[in-house]
């Protein structure tokens, strides 16, 4: 369903119907996923009291904006939230009935549904009215000021947070920073979870939209269930760094704003970070004081009415208690005072405010030690951002909107990169420094451009804080997880059972959380606790980060694992299907001098590059086919995952040494993203003895993919470009074309390059434009393939040929075939032929050239620079306007052998004409290859050296 992907904004007025629709289409934009289909399906199959259903045909694949128009044209303005009211109620979402019936109101149309009253309310009119005309308006409660008070300062209070990278006093906005993380409200088993951390790519966001068809908002944490249950105590678990204490904030932020959690009138957080500070006594009274920060409460009066009150509880991982204490030891009172660890123990194990609610956020490395005094508990986990919230958060972090699709359109195009940000601190740790860079003089050319130099950043954020929570030498630790990380690559396993985990001496508790991430899962009659990196992508990076770290000795009582002979993970590499790709990679970008500095100021570990000869060795040998050997043939690169293990060392002379034996690049049939487009280009800049760049079938994909209509992205390539656009148009997109970068790399590379193929690449007439270039520059080049790009177009033959016109390069084959050119391609072609001697075969079958444009060619044909030998016109609209023109020109075109004519609508008199040059002396055709019917076979009287073939 496209509803929940883009957000549209309704159009505004002051009428009362547009008014009604704002605020039936903001109710529907709050609902979860899985919510909204229900509301869906309720509407076209519930009881609307009285009102017809929508037939469930036009409400399948209606999203927010499409079912807001629905209702509003079935019922009516006033009548369609009447309707949306029911259906909340209908669905045990009553927190989103209050909402939207106190919004209404608020906009002076309260309406009172039939034969139901709102709490709190008092009827107006005469009680012998008609029931028809009595309405039953709800007074919204006045608030106590102590009471508002409290909520204006918790807005003041919540509202920014700090940026860790700001500087002192800056901060920003919470609102304009947050976006919203997805939350799911089920246990995965071992298979999901595997699945879910080696998933990456299109695997992955397929993963990830399986999951948001069951998400549920912040709203529906304290919803009734489908039995009715309402939970009293929620624990929201997500793993380090995946945005709990940010959910935490904006929850509080949305109370105080009246957005969410209306059932509470007091909502208090506690942060258990700064819990462990507190040495001295404190009742819970005490820390309720402590979470106003507008000052003193009447807490008699707060606590009168302990349902009405919630707890945030946020980093329950991060208490260093045990609450291993007897019963007799806890609170019974809220102002009971007693040591921080039994009130806090107090409060979860409910001995006082047992009528209060609790929202408790923790690592699932703490989730038993919770679970042992919790009891009816409603679990949900924060799984990361979706693809949609991703680019919401670039958007948000990013001031300059230029800036923030710049930067997500190449972290999109990174498959390992872009699956690793939907755990918030990687996008923050990426727009951090894209920012930092956008401040700069080059812009995004000098920030990290692959992904070792993004995952090093994340490795000493996460080094950054270990430093302050372990006494043992981070090394040592380093050296450990990375020894956990290659044993999994070897054995292809990532989850690590417990005993592994601290057989690798892995075990601080202060530490491990941050590490890995725990998961229980159950087996047979008991739960079992499993470890796992955040992503494979992060377990590949430490497990390639083993082959550099020096051995100084702190790893002498670690098991035995893989040994330390790079040699033996490369053989296994082709055979590894999902794992050691990455490794790979990872190992290539840690051969980066400046990397590795910055890993040992950050890591205090020795880190070499002992292993460069081994990659280069390897990967000259992987590219040499058994037949190239055998046949002493120069080496081709085949793989694009080449390209990429250069691109991830950023090191140009690193990598001319490495192509130093390679003569050209053959990927044909890939599809490549704008990512992989880098990538290659980067290979082809640096690349001293290219002679052969042969891409067709390639695919050149752009913008972000879901800005494309194409269901299928994998199969088919997307160009995003308009059908009804106009050449003018298509030419100034010249400077975004996917092949711009290419071309740019062609331009500055001092490679002798003889042979470009792009056919079949479906480019359009804006790629010619950086084609052209490479022309004016390349007085090597002898072939060019372009056969096979319908939207080529005369526009794109005319910026061609103005490459062409300064002849820098000898050009011997021009493909042009199916590139839906006409007669006017024609004449700008032919306008050139007369600067192209060496031009010797011209294909421009299956063009709609028609007779005017063989005319044009004719002419061009016949001038004496011009030195085609073989000429394609097959399937071009030819008549017998043509044969005409081609029988002129054969006899004083010495230079023409072979000729094409094949699906032609020629007719008899047009064999007669072709006859007539053909007969001529001084023709010199040796091959003309036309599909000519049997009853023209007496027409034909041509020269004894003329070899016709079908």
């Keep these: 369903m496209g509803g929940r992907g883009s957000k549209e904004s309704a159009p505004s007025s002051s009428g009362p119907q547009d008014t009604a629709g704002d605020l039936l289409l903001q109710a ?99 009680a012998a009215a008609c029931p028809a005309v009595r309405r039953c308006v709800k007074r919204p409660p006045t608030l106590p000021d102590y009471q508002r008070n409290y909520k204006k300062a918790i807005c003041q209070a919540y509202s920014h947070i700090k940026d860790q990278n700001a500087r002192v006093g800056d901060s920003v906005s919470l609102e304009s920073r947050y976006s919203k993380l997805l939350i799911v409200n089920k246990h995965r088993d071992e298979e999901e979870r595997e699945h879910e951390i080696m998933a990456m790519g299109q695997r992955h966001a397929e993963i990830m939209k399986e999951q948001a068809s069951s998400s549920i908002t912040v709203d529906d944490l304290f919803d009734p269930g489908p039995d009715g249950w309402t939970p009293k105590v929620v624990v929201l678990v ?405 390209c990429h293990c250069l691109y991830e060392t950023q090191d140009e002379r690193l990598v001319a040494t490495a192509l130093d034996s390679f003569m050209g690049v053959n990927l044909r049939g890939l599809n490549l993203n704008r990512f992989d487009q880098m990538v290659l280009s980067f290979s082809v800049k640096n690349f001293p003895k290219l002679e052969s760049l042969d891409l067709g079938n390639c695919s050149f994909l752009r913008d972000d993919p879901e800005d494309c209509a194409d269901p299928q992205p994998a199969k088919k390539a997307r160009w995003c470009v308009r059908p009804q656009a106009t050449e003018r148009e298509k030419q100034e997109e010249g400077k975004e074309s996917p092949i711009h970068l290419l071309c740019q790399a062609l331009e500055k590379s001092g490679c002798k390059l003889t042979r470009l193929r792009f056919n079949r690449c479906q480019l359009t007439g804006a790629c010619c434009g950086a084609l052209a270039a490479i022309l004016s520059v390349k007085p090597s080049l002898t072939e060019l393939d372009l056969a096979g790009n319908e939207d080529l177009r005369d526009g794109g033959m005319k910026l061609l040929c103005e490459g062409l016109r300064c002849g820098a390069c000898p050009l011997q084959t021009l493909r042009l075939g199916c590139c839906n050119l006409t007669a006017a391609g024609c004449r700008d072609l032919a306008a050139v032929l007369g600067a192209m001697p060496s031009l010797a075969q011209l294909d421009l079958s299956d063009n709609p050239v028609e007779d005017g444009g063989v005319r044009a060619l004719c002419e061009a044909l016949a001038g004496p620079s011009c030195g085609v030998q073989k000429l394609w016109l097959w399937q071009c609209r030819l008549t017998e306007g043509s044969c005409g023109a081609l029988a002129t020109v054969l006899p004083v075109c010495p230079s023409l052998r072979e000729l094409h004519l094949g699906v032609n609508e020629l007719g008899d008199g047009g064999v007669r004409r072709l006859s007539e040059g053909l007969r001529d002396p001084a023709c010199r055709l040796q091959t003309l290859r036309t599909k000519v019917p049997l009853v023209w076979r007496g027409l034909w009287a041509p020269s004894p050296q003329l070899s016709r073939q079908p």
């Design 28 to 126: 529907l934009e709050d609902l979860s996923e899985i919510n909204f289909k229900k509301f869906r399906h309720t509407l076209a199959n519930g009881d609307l009291q009285g009102r017809s259903c929508i037939p469930w045909g036009r409400l399948e694949k209606a999203d927010w904006i499409d079912t807001k128009n629905l209702m509003m044209n079935s019922y009516g303005g006033e009548d369609a939230l009447d309707v949306a009211i029911i259906v909340f109620k209908h669905i045990h979402l009553l927190n989103a009935a209050d909402k939207l019936q106190e919004k209404r109101e608020k906009g002076g149309k309260a309406k009172q549904l039939p034969g139901s009253c709102w709490r709190g309310e008092a009827w107006e009119g005469s």
């Design 238 to 642: 997500g793993a380090a760094g995946m945005g709990k204490t940010m959910t935490a904030r904006k929850i509080m932020l949305d109370w105080a704003s009246d957005k969410v959690f209306a059932k509470f009138d007091y909502v208090f957080y506690i942060h258990c970070r700064e819990g462990n500070l507190l040495t001295r006594e404190a009742s819970m009274a005490e820390l309720i004081t402590q979470c106003c920060p507008s000052g003193s409460l009447p807490l008699d009066k707060v606590l009168e009415q302990p349902e009405k009150l919630l707890f945030v509880i946020d980093g329950f991982d991060e208490l260093r208690f045990s609450f291993h204490l007897p019963e007799p030891e806890l609170c019974s009172q809220p102002k009971e005072k007693s040591l921080v660890e039994i009130t806090l123990s107090s409060l979860f194990r409910r001995r006082f405010l047992p009528e209060s609610s609790l929202l408790i956020t923790t690592r699932p490395a703490a989730l038993r030690k919770l679970s042992r005094f919790l009891k009816c508990e409603r679990y949900a986990e924060i799984v990361g951002f979706s693809e949609v919230e991703r680019k919401e958060y670039f958007h948000k972090f990013f001031d300059n909107a230029e800036q923030a699709a710049a930067v997500f359109q190449f972290v999109r195009g990174n498959e390992a990169l872009f699956t690793m940000c939907l755990v918030p601190i990687v996008c923050w740790i990426v727009c951090t420094v894209m920012k930092k860079q956008f401040s700069g003089t080059r812009g995004l050319a000098q920030s990290p451009k692959t992904t070792t130099g993004i995952y090093i950043l994340y490795l000493s954020a996460l080094l950054q804080s270990l430093r302050g929570r372990l006494k043992p030498d981070v090394p040592a630790v380093l050296r450990s997880l990375c020894c956990l990380a290659v044993d999994g690559v070897w054995k292809q396993k990532v989850l690590f059972e417990e005993k592994e985990v601290h057989g690798y001496v892995l075990d601080q508790r202060q530490a491990l959380p941050l590490l890995l991430s725990e998961h229980v899962f159950q087996r047979d009659i008991s739960c079992v606790s499993t470890y796992s990196f955040i992503h494979l992508s992060f377990q590949e990076f430490f497990a390639a980060l083993f082959y550099l770290l020096e051995d100084e000795g702190e790893a002498q009582d670690l098991p035995a694992g893989p040994s330390r002979d790079v040699k033996k993970l490369l053989e296994s590499y082709s055979n590894s299907s999902n794992y050691l790709m990455l490794t790979v990679r990872f190992l290539f970008g840690l051969l980066n001098e400046d990397r590795r500095r910055e890993l040992e100021e950050k890591t205090g570990c020795k880190i070499t590059p002992r292993i460069t000869q081994e990659l280069l060795a390897w990967l000259q040998n992987s590219q040499k086919t058994a037949l190239a050997l055998l046949m002493q043939e120069p080496a081709v690169i085949r793989e694009l995952e080449i």
